[in-house]
């Protein structure tokens, strides 16, 4: 067993769907289970699930009807909202009144009994083809179930019931009873619309639960859960946190980003990971192939298992194996990747290159032309609505700049001037970015041998085993360390995921070429933090080591200097002052330099003027994306890393109201590790208020700093410097905190008004702790006494997403309120607001690409718009949200080879491709072909199929699509319009077929 649970307990931790109703399906074989939802919605997708991990049927309690079946049934599982303990009903006479009981010998006429069930709403049908329905056979009268998937036979002597049999719906003998109860189910109300609503009224519900197990799941911010899973008999709570006890599951995400580190796990944990799966061939494929034992595979009917981890256990699912086998195999332009990360969700602003800046609200159906189509419903400035069919969903890209941007009119040209504008800028960048890596191009560097004796036995002195992204960015930066051409490489990666360590690797690779290196930091507390680092690391490996900071002493100062000069200092770690002037290297090799966005501009002068022909590599905290190489493949290098280390603990993150108690207690608990708390409150105005009230709940013992953004900066960082020695015992700050401080000692943080923040924001201040292998947590407090629904939304999302390492959405936000410039070393203006970061992307890499290639790129974007029915049944996806993942995943897709491996995937994950999938394929594969000739669109007008090309286009390349036609069917019109006679084909499947056919 997993874990074992203890009723009159609440649980945290307990991970996800498909990890809860596994727990609830080892632990509750037998039995009477009811699950209380907060919604219907949330407790019919969690049926799906349960149902699956159990095998079980689960019931529904959503009518009164269900309910007075319910408390006659015997064990089962059953799921109801928690309106059930709200609804006053006088349940013993409700029950009585709707209850049918027939008793084995009893004396009641065939007739009567065929009454009373047409008096409770059943119906009669000759072959019990629908639940509530009864007939009559000789001596045997014959009633299907309304809420189990039985039969009941009673079988009459004349007037005396003389046996009652329960058969499955199949016809399967099961048992013999007694006597039975059925509820009448006329009663159409749902426990929602029962007006009555009076928790304290309606003490008999627990009565008739009796030993019922009674499970409640994530009702966090229901007011009156605590006073009834006390009143229960038997009750669970699963918390999506609490404030009150608990215990900690330990159910953790389980993230496997590609085949290797699927490969690694399974090859490390073999028989403890446990594979669900509808891609059963290909993953056994891939186990047979590596030669891998795992501990079982399981394959799967439904969508919407997430994988998870307990311990040393693991179990994946398809949110993994989809993404690894399916839909992430094939190679798009960094461009493409960067977009397809931004999840496209409902009421999200998103960019369509052609109309502008709208909301998405929902994929809508149409049937056009007797065929079933599905469209992203998109809407504008003025109520305007735009129709994306989900073909053409590559057109859309997730809206990421200003909170509340101004929506866009169809029916102006606004639209138009904005990418006009925005081309301007973007060429502007572009030169300016290729006339920088030109003139990098052509300085001479310096070329560092490899060691790789000694190189191997520094990596090998690592305490702990590095992630895999350390070791693909450590090759990287090594290899270009290696080129004559000088470096220029950004490292990217969240705090504490082991940047330093991959940047000690290049010192030590100049150190073993006798080359000096800076590692310059623009806050005396990260050069300090950085110099620790690097004194443990280098003890056994000779590099002599320096400091320099406005602390340094100018005796300290003048040696240091001296030891740059004479090559007595081999590496020195400095904050600015390293950029005055007079300041002279014996041998430099390499700078690298933490957050350069944050130097001043006179600084960042000097610092390119130290940069000449040495190698150059900048660490970011701003956690860009792997797939972030911006449109720069050539241009500026980036190496990313993603996956914290192994010893790095997840958050726990507990929502509660303002509580005294609460705050009392854990600065107690965390004061009495000789830990250290931060205290976020993000209104200046009010800061020394909240400093008096906690003053007031903890005692004048407990030292208070106060930090905001409107000190002086040398004032704040002094603060800072004093917190982290240990001066202080709270942290009372706004959210100016850096990003890029280690509080290692802090190990638990309070966010006040919490609601009040973003997503973005509430996940990077949870960041600030959690740096040890210390168990870390997280308060997100509010005050509001009822929280909107969007404020428990973005509350609860972050306590169930506790994913280490910033998302990708914050990363994005980041780089747009900072400006993309500031990471690629570049001037820029604000234009990526008008058109959102993601598209102001793609429009940068194009025109890199054709200001490097003389011409303008290929693009995908030929519309074909034939009765061709590509309609995926929505059971095929996990959600709304995969589905759209889906399209635009297959829809990126750039070449025929990869369009035809991803193809051949799917046929190897799925004995058979459903049509519409292959009709999928045809159009895609159709779209690549024909944007090759400038195909920019084909439609069946009247009795003709008509091929548009770009005006652009010349006329060898349409002469050359002429060749196509072997059989005498092309008619020329213009020299940019082809037409083909429909009656020459036997559709407009045959017709794309044909024509595709002859080009490949």
């Known amino acids: 067993m997993l874990f074992e649970l203890s009723s009159h307990t609440t649980y945290t931790a307990s991970g996800n769907s498909f990890s809860r109703a596994f727990l609830l399906g080892e632990n509750f074989k037998d039995g009477k289970n009811l699950l209380v939802f907060d919604t219907r919605k949330e407790a019919e997708a969690f049926s799906k699930i349960l149902s699956f991990t159990t095998k079980e049927h689960i019931s529904p309690l959503f009518e009164l009807s269900h309910i007075v079946d319910f408390f006659s049934r015997g064990n089962g599982w059953f799921v109801t909202t928690k309106e059930l303990f709200e609804i006053s009903i006088n349940w013993k006479y409700h029950t009585e009144k709707n209850t049918l009981i027939f008793e084995r010998n009893g004396e009641v006429s065939p007739e009567k009994c065929i009454t009373a069930l047409i008096d409770s709403g059943y119906v009669h049908s000759a072959f ?83 030993n019922t197990q009674v499970i409640f799941m994530n009702l966090d911010f229901w007011e009156s859960l605590t006073e009834v899973a006390k009143t229960c008999q038997k009750s669970i709570v699963f918390a999506g946190s609490t404030t009150k006890k608990f215990i900690d599951i330990g159910i953790r995400e389980l993230k496997v980003p590609s085949l290797q580190e699927l490969e690694i796990l399974v090859k490390s944990s073999g028989n403890n990971v446990h594979f669900y799966t509808k891609h059963i061939k290909v993953l056994r494929n891939f186990l047979e192939y590596n030669n891998l034992t795992s501990g079982s595979v399981e394959e799967t009917n439904i969508t919407g298992l997430e994988s998870f981890a307990i311990g040393d256990t693991f179990f994946v699912a398809d949110d993994i194996l989809g993404d690894i086998f399916i839909r992430n195999r094939t190679k798009k332009s960094i461009v493409k990747n960067l977009d397809l990360l931004l999840e496209i969700r409902p009421q999200d602003y998103v960019v369509h290159r052609d109309h502008g800046v709208g909301v998405f609200r929902e994929i809508v159906e149409k049937d056009v032309g007797g065929n079933k189509r599905e469209y992203m419903l998109i809407e504008y400035r003025s109520d305007d609505k735009l129709f994306v069919p989900l073909t053409e969903i590559h057109r859309v890209s997730k809206y990421i700049g200003n909170e509340e941007p101004v929506l866009t009119r169809l029916s102006s040209n606004e639209w138009k001037k904005t990418l006009e504008k925005t081309n301007v800028d973007v060429e502007k960048i572009a030169r300016e970015l290729l006339e920088t890596y030109a003139k990098r191009r052509i300085s001479e560097g310096f070329s560092f041998t490899r060691y790789p004796e000694q190189e191997d036995t520094f990596r090998k002195d690592f305490p702990y085993e590095h992630t895999i992204d ?452 045809l159009l895609l594969r159709a779209r690549i072909i024909f944007r090759k000739f400038g195909v920019v669109s084909l439609k069946k007008i009247g009795s003709s199929y008509v091929f548009e090309f770009d005006v652009s286009v010349e006329v060898p390349m349409v002469r050359k699509f002429l060749e196509l036609d072997t059989t005498g069917d092309f008619v020329l019109v213009t020299v940019h319009k082809i037409k083909v006679d429909v009656k020459r084909f036997r559709g407009d499947k045959d017709f794309l077929e044909t024509i595709v056919s002859r080009s490949t």
């Open 128 to 210: 019990l083809s629908k639940p509530g329905s009864y007939k009559k056979d000789g001596d045997t009268l014959s009633i299907r179930l309304s809420f189990e998937e039985k039969v009941v036979a009673l079988s009459f002597f004349d007037t005396v019931i003389d046996e009652i049999l329960v058969f499955d719906t199949h016809g399967q003998f099961l048992t013999k009873k007694d006597h039975i109860q059925l509820s009448s189910i006329l009663d159409k109300r749902t426990v929602e619309e029962v007006e009555t609503r009076e928790i304290s009224k309606n003490s008999e519900i627990y009565f008739f639960l009796g």
């Open 470 to 921: 350390q070791q693909t960015a450590i090759a990287e930066i090594l290899a270009d360390m290696e080129s004559s051409n000088p470096m220029d490489r950004l490292l990217s990666g969240d705090v504490g995921f082991g940047k330093t360590e991959v940047a000690m690797n290049a010192i030590y690779r100049a150190f073993l070429n006798e080359k000096q290196s800076i590692l310059i930091s623009p806050l005396v507390v990260l050069a300090y933090e950085h110099m620790e680092s690097l004194q443990k690391r280098f003890a056994n490996f000779g590099v002599r080591l320096a400091v320099l900071t406005r602390f340094s002493t100018q005796k300290e100062a003048t040696k240091i200097l001296q030891g740059l000069a004479n090559g007595t200092v081999d590496c020195v770690v400095a904050t600015h002052r390293i950029l005055s002037e007079g300041v002279v290297f014996k041998n430099l090799g390499l700078l690298i330099i933490d957050e350069e966005h944050k130097f001043g501009v006179l600084d960042k002068e000097k610092i390119n003027a130290l940069k000449s022909n040495i190698d150059i590599l900048s660490l970011s905290a701003t956690p860009i994306p792997r797939s972030l190489n911006l449109a720069l493949s050539g241009v500026k290098k980036i190496s990313v890393l993603t996956t914290p280390p192994p010893q790095k603990k997840a958050v726990t993150t507990i929502v509660s109201k303002w509580n005294e108690s609460v705050i009392k207690e854990a600065v107690e608990k965390e004061l009495a590790r000789d830990g250290q708390v931060i205290f976020i409150h993000n209104r200046v105005a009010s800061i020394e208020s909240i400093r008096k009230q906690l003053i007031g709940i903890l005692g004048k013992h407990v030292r208070i700093a106060i930090a905001h953004g409107k000190l002086d900066g040398m004032q704040l960082e002094d603060i800072i410097i004093d917190f982290k020695n240990s001066k202080y015992d709270i942290l009372l700050s706004t959210t100016v905190i850096e990003n890029g401080v280690n509080f290692l000692n802090a190990n638990t943080i309070f966010i006040d008004d919490a609601e009040r923040f973003g997503l973005a924001q509430l996940h990077q201040l949870r960041g600030r702790v959690g740096r040890k292998d210390r168990e870390s947590t997280c308060y997100l407090l509010y005050h509001s006494e009822n929280l909107d629904s969007d404020g428990k939304k973005r509350l609860l999302t972050i306590v169930n997403n506790s994913e280490l390492g910033a998302g990708f959405e914050i990363a994005l936000r980041d780089l747009e309120i900072r400006g993309a410039g500031d990471v690629l070393g570049i001037k820029q203006s604000g234009k990526t607001h008008d058109t959102g970061l993601s598209l102001y992307f793609t429009l940068l890499e194009e025109k890199i690409e054709e200001l490097k290639n003389g011409k303008k790129p290929e693009k995908n974007d030929c519309k074909i718009e034939l009765d061709i029915s590509y309609f995926i049944d929505n059971d095929f996806f996990d959600s709304e949200l995969d589905k759209i993942r889906f399209f635009r995943n297959i829809e990126a897709i750039e070449t025929l080879e990869d369009l035809e491996y991803t193809h051949t995937t799917f046929e190897e994950a799925n004995e058979k491709l459903l049509e519409a999938f292959e009709n999928l394929f």
